[in-house]
Structure formats: structure tokens, C-alpha cells
């Protein structure tokens, strides 16, 4: 009895108590209603199975269901309510998508007032990324490119990704598969041929087909388009100053303003470029009043592949002009 009343006395040193009644507050329902609520729900979920869902649409992989149209291609065939369980089904987060085998996991969640329970049902019966694959092969093997371009104009380097589809007839969608080209390899301007390849693809799924090609104009041939073009070329017309110029003095910067460049003819362009001269080739144009230069001509589609000619042109001022000039002047 000694010991109980200084554990009292020590108690009652420290703070002091207030004794409440306890009263337990409901929240929801109660343990015992809980248990029987769970026993209901799982009753229910047992008897749900993945035969009561359908796949509504079994061209589709699993991977391209999502919250937006899951009800839509995923329906059942059962209440959203039995025996006072309210049932809603989502997409699983904790099993993956197999397109590979074309799984998809739900998970169908069974309600009554605050209590829940879930169950994890595998959806089959979506299309494979092997069987895509096989469907886009397929209509990638139809294909037929047909021609329409000007291949007799155009080097293989020539055709790009941005151009290519006015070489050839558009390719229309086919069962369910587009087409794209997807990329220009193997050009050989001397041989005039290219490989395309091009791209089928139904969502996220691609297979490619190359394609080799023949018929576009040939190095040889551009060549000598433009070597006709330039021996055609006859008489060049001088400009500007040319008459106060010596041939010494023209430069890579003023040449266009002293020498009027060739117009285009037949899709050919030409272009001028002055020619450096060391000292005793200066002396001999500056003497004659005779300048050598370059033209080059190529196509629009091509600067980079040109043809050159070289051409001289007289009328500058000679240096017997500039020492009759300053004799003049004396």
C-alpha cells in the first residue's frame, strides 16, 4: 500500500489530471459493417473474370489503349452496381502493356460506401507488334512507284527528302498503312541511280523497304549540256568604267560591274570569275587591253556541279593609253 500511494504522489508532482469520459466517434462504417462489406465485395469480384470484358476493336495494340478511350474499347457485359457493389475498372499501374503479346492489365475496383477492394484482370486479344509488322510488310511488297519527274534533268544528288515526292506518283494509304519516304542513299551521278527508302507504318510501328532506281541523267550527260551551252557563248559585252580600266586592275570584286554576264539558256546559268595573273601576265593584258577570265555554267538545281570555259575579252584601257595620257600632260 506504501509503494501505491508514493506512485500517486509522484504522479501528481509532474502535472495534474483531468479524467473525461471516452466517447467513440463513427467514422463511415463501423469495423464489424467493414468486414461484412469486404465479404460482399469480394464475393462479387470473384465471379468478374476477363471473359466479361471485350476487346472492341482487335486491330488495335494494347499499348494504344489509354484513360481517354479505355470504356470505349474495353466494354463489359455486367451492372455497374450488383448486391450494392459499384464496380469501375481503370488501367493497371502495376502490371505492364505487352504488345509483344498483346496483354493489357485492368484493374477492377469493387465499392461499397468507403470500402474497396481491387482485383487485377489480363485483357487479350489486342493485335501484336508482330502481327503489325507482318500486315505493314505486306503492303509495303504491293508497292509500285510509279515515275512522274523530270529524271532526265536531275543527278541523282540531286533529289532530297524535300523533292522526292515530285519524282512519283503519291502513295496512297493502304489497309490501314501509310507511307512516307524516309531517306535517299546510295546517289551515283556517274550510273544516274539512287536508292529510296521508304517508310510504311501503322502508329507507333515502322517497317521500311528500299527501292533502287534508274533513269535520272547521268554526270556525262550534264557535262556536255553545259560544254554546249558554253561554246555557244560568242560575244561578251564590256560595261562601266571598262574604258578607264586597265586589265590589271579589275579584281574579283568589280569583274560583274566591268563585264556583262551571259544570259541563261536552256535551264543552263552562267556565272564569271576572274582569273589571278602573276606579273608578267599582268604586263601582257595591261599592254593589249586584253582580259583573261572564267565562266562558269551550271544548272539552277545544282551551282556546285559546273562546267568552265576560259574566255579573254579586249577594250580596257592600255598601258600605251596611260603614257599617251601623261605625255599629254607635260
Given at each position: ?319 600605251s593609253q596611260s603614257l599617251l595620257g601623261e605625255i599629254k600632260k607635260i
Amino acid at each position: 500500500m506504501k509503494i501505491k500511494n508514493k506512485y500517486l504522489i509522484g504522479i501528481g508532482t509532474l502535472s495534474t489530471i483531468a479524467i473525461l469520459p471516452i466517447t467513440v466517434v463513427a467514422c463511415g462504417t463501423t469495423t464489424s459493417e467493414s468486414a461484412e462489406n469486404f465479404k460482399k465485395i469480394d464475393l462479387e469480384l470473384e465471379k468478374i473474370i476477363s471473359a466479361n470484358f471485350k476487346v472492341t476493336n482487335n486491330t488495335k495494340l494494347a499499348s494504344e489503349i489509354n484513360a481517354a478511350n479505355l470504356q470505349t474499347e474495353i466494354t463489359k457485359n455486367f451492372n455497374n452496381t450488383i448486391n450494392s457493389v459499384n464496380f469501375t475498372y481503370s488501367i493497371s499501374t502495376k502490371t505492364a502493356i505487352n504488345d509483344e503479346i498483346g496483354t493489357l492489365t485492368l484493374t477492377l475496383t469493387g465499392q461499397i460506401g468507403t470500402d474497396s477492394r481491387t482485383k487485377e484482370i489480363t485483357i487479350t486479344g489486342f493485335e501484336t507488334a508482330t502481327q503489325r509488322k507482318a500486315k505493314i510488310k505486306v503492303e509495303l511488297e504491293k508497292l509500285n512507284l510509279v515515275k512522274i519527274g523530270a529524271f532526265a534533268t536531275t543527278l541523282p544528288s540531286e533529289v532530297k527528302l524535300d523533292n522526292v515526292n515530285t519524282f512519283f506518283e503519291a502513295l496512297p494509304e493502304a489497309n490501314g498503312v501509310s507511307f512516307k519516304s524516309s531517306l535517299i542513299s546510295l546517289e551515283n551521278n556517274v550510273d544516274g541511280t539512287l536508292t529510296i527508302t521508304i517508310e510504311g507504318s501503322i502508329g507507333k510501328v515502322i517497317e521500311t523497304k528500299t527501292f533502287p532506281i534508274t533513269g535520272f541523267q547521268k554526270l556525262d550527260q550534264r557535262n556536255q549540256i553545259l560544254d554546249n551551252e558554253l561554246a555557244k557563248i560568242a560575244n561578251l559585252t564590256l560595261k562601266g568604267d571598262f574604258a578607264t580600266t586597265l586589265p590589271s586592275e579589275v579584281t574579283a570584286d568589280n569583274i560583274r560591274e566591268l563585264i556583262t554576264t551571259p544570259e541563261p539558256i536552256n535551264g543552263v546559268i552562267f556565272r564569271i570569275f576572274w582569273t589571278p595573273q602573276n606579273e608578267e601576265e599582268k604586263n601582257l593584258s595591261d599592254s593589249t587591253g586584253t582580259l583573261k577570265f572564267r565562266i562558269d555554267a551550271f544548272t539552277n538545281e545544282n551551282p556546285l556541279i559546273f562546267r568552265d570555259k576560259e574566255f579573254s575579252v579586249s577594250g580596257f584601257r592600255m598601258n600605251s593609253q596611260s603614257l599617251l595620257g601623261e605625255i599629254k600632260k607635260i
